[in-house]
């Protein structure tokens, strides 16, 4: 902004920000240009709850350090002015000084070396409870003989997941159980089962041939799969893979079986949502009878949904999931349910609804016999 007075003139563009050509009398002549940030401060007497989430591990010591950054400003001490909300015709607007911040005075502005030199440091150190397992992992390396490299746990079958580099394998320990050799990396997967409902795994073969035997063995194990899909270019050797916690064991079975043919996997989050464990899955019924995937324009990625058709009727099926979700990201309109996971901006999707009921599955042949749509959805993130 330009110094002008007491305030300053801000230069704020037009919405859309396309072509902006600005009236020449009111254009100002460059004086005291002075760098200006856009602030939102907590008013007195408010409070404010700053929530962060942190993944602690048991190898972690005791305590949290956590450390606040933040700045008094005072409209008598530091230059602060205000902006009338809204849209302005011309793209040059007078941000007036302020002496009493409050609601509803406008957009506030203070120069930005205010900010940078003026700020103040608030830390404390708090104590940190994290639940240990009760298996040791220096017992599970020494039963395990893999004593060095990265580790994970298995918080559901409470078991010690020893990845050994120089055998490429990855070995479970669970006390009072046997211990099983996976081929190569899962600690990954194993993690991202932790609090995910299910994970992909892109699965490359050597030769097309060799992808066509390994996804004949997924679905004769009732592992979902199929070909990798980019933006309608489908791959010959790559195959995607769902897993869950049901069918973890069947997966490494098949792996063990196809162990020439494997490549390499890389693991991507489907769910980032902390959906509850068995939520994002057919119920009451449900069967499957078309899927997709969308790709938004102008974003990465893309939205994956399967639409499953069931006996019940919405309100029966959505009694069944109100067990399993909980109300907490449920919204209803007439016989619409919506669950979101988070509430905002979600990363997983499940919805109930009529079969009348409109969707990216109107191609599909739904049965006669079908009385409600279920459809889960996972988006980009």
């Keep these: 902004g330009n110094r002008q007075g ?26 005291t240009r002075i760098a ?13 709850q700053l929530s962060y989430r ?18 008094l400003l005072d409209p008598k001490q530091h230059p602060i002015c205000a902006t009338p909300r809204g ?10 000084p302020v002496q009493v911040i ?8 203070t120069e930005r070396d205010v900010l940078e030199r003026g ?10 409870r994290v639940k240990r397992p009760n298996y040791h992992l220096d017992r599970a390396r020494l039963r395990g003989g893999v004593a060095t490299g990265p580790v994970a746990y298995d918080q559901v079958r409470k078991r010690w997941i020893l990845f050994d580099a120089k055998r490429s394998r990855s070995v479970t320990v669970a006390p009072n159980f046997p211990t099983t050799d996976l081929p190569g990396n899962w600690l990954a997967l194993f993690t991202n089962l932790n609090s995910q409902h299910e994970v992909f795994l892109r699965w490359t073969a050597h030769t097309p041939q060799r992808a066509a035997a390994i996804l004949q063995a997924l679905r004769k194990a009732s592992i979902r799969a199929e070909y990798f899909r980019h933006k309608g ?3 010959d050797r790559t195959l995607t893979v769902v897993v869950t916690r049901r069918t973890i064991d069947l997966l490494a079975r098949v792996v063990r079986e196809q162990r020439s043919a494997l490549v390499g996997w890389s693991i991507a989050v489907v769910s980032m949502a902390k959906a509850p464990v068995g939520c994002l899955e057919p119920l009451g019924g449900a069967k499957r009878f078309c899927d997709g995937r969308v790709y938004p324009q102008g974003q990465l990625g893309h939205i994956t949904w399967f639409a499953y058709h069931s006996p019940l009727t919405p309100a029966q099926l959505a009694a069944r999931y109100l067990k399993a979700c909980g109300r907490t990201n449920l919204e209803q309109q007439g016989t619409s349910y919506v669950w ?23 191609r599909c042949k739904l049965p006669a016999s079908a009385r409600s749509i279920l459809s889960i959805s996972h988006f980009p993130h």
Aim: one cysteine or more; charged letters at 25%.
């Design 87 to 96: 849209l302005m015709r011309t793209g040059f607007v007078l941000c007036e």
């Design 36 to 48: 200006l940030a856009a602030i939102e401060p907590l008013l007195p007497g408010k409070r404010e």
């Design 54 to 71: 942190v993944l602690g591990e048991y190898r972690h010591k005791g305590t949290i350090s956590v450390r606040l950054t933040y700045v």
């Design 119 to 128: 700020h103040r440091t608030l830390q404390r150190v708090v104590p940190l």
């Design 233 to 235: 270019h489908r791959s």
């Design 340 to 362: 979101r996971f988070p509430v905002t901006r979600p990363t997983a999707v499940l919805s109930i609804g009529p079969t009348a009921e409109r969707g990216p599955w109107y």
């Design 6 to 31: 007491a305030g300053f003139l801000i230069y704020r563009p037009r919405r859309p920000p396309q072509q902006i050509v600005a009236p020449r009398r009111r254009t100002p002549t460059p004086t």
């Design 102 to 109: 409050k609601a509803g005075v406008g957009r506030l502005y």
